[in-house]
């Protein structure tokens, strides 16, 4: 098995970006009791690291830096995900470049 490893710091390019974060209408909802393989399987897919693993097996999640990318919808939407929709209007991500 190859292991692929990159050079890229994606933390740098994902502190250009800016969030409005909605507090009060999260736009992504897991299930009360997510299912552990396919909460990891969004640990490993979430190009921004929202989904995490402690060393204790406790599950977290933050909406907060969301992309919006999709990723985790098309992977688990129908499965421990109770609720995906783009935030309301004027909230969300907004990228920047350079
Ligand atoms: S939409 Fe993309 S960035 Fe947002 S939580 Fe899902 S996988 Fe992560």
Redesign the pocket.
Known sequence: MSVISSNVNIDKYLSLNKYDVDNNHPH?VLTSDPDDEEFDK?VR????A??KRRDNGLKSFD?S?????????VVCGDTILEK?EYPRSGMGVEYRYG
Do not use: F, K, S
């Open positions: 992504i969004l897919v979430c190009p921004a929202l989904y909406y830096g969301c992309l919006e990318c999709g990723t985790c919808r995906w």
